[in-house]
């Protein structure tokens, strides 16, 4: 009753870093082969059934959420939901400021609405992923790259 994707996304060199940070973070710790069954969305590709978008509410059922996409695709029971990688691109900010303004709203949002929970994620990442290539620690940075790619299909 309602498809999303993930497309591939255009961006440029700065908040093209910031976006492969969040991907990550978002990404990292969830088995791909799970990301398929789980009631989620991109509001960048979104395309419901009339019947199901309404049935379902709408936007106007979710005015109130920051990820209005993940609400949507909570509440369309029935639903088709794959990953379309390299099958669309699509661009989610037009600079480093749009980028940072857009993260900013949702980061809390997707940490449970939790700062210890985004602190910790944030000290996670840096500690696995950025400061061992900085510190010389090349096994502890290999062990993250490991884990990036155990997670991957």
Known sequence: EMVSALPRQEVGLREGALV???MNGLFSFLPHPLLEGLRVANGQVLAFRREAYFASGGHGAVKGEVLEDVALARRARAYGLFLGGGLFRARMYRGYGEAVEGFGKNFLAVHMKNPAVLLGS?????????????FGRWGLGLMGLLERLAVQK
């Not at 944030?122 to 900085?134: E, S």
């Open 20 to 22: 492969a940070f969040v």
């Open 122 to 134: 944030a000290f996670y990442h840096l500690a696995l992923y950025t400061l061992p290539w900085f």
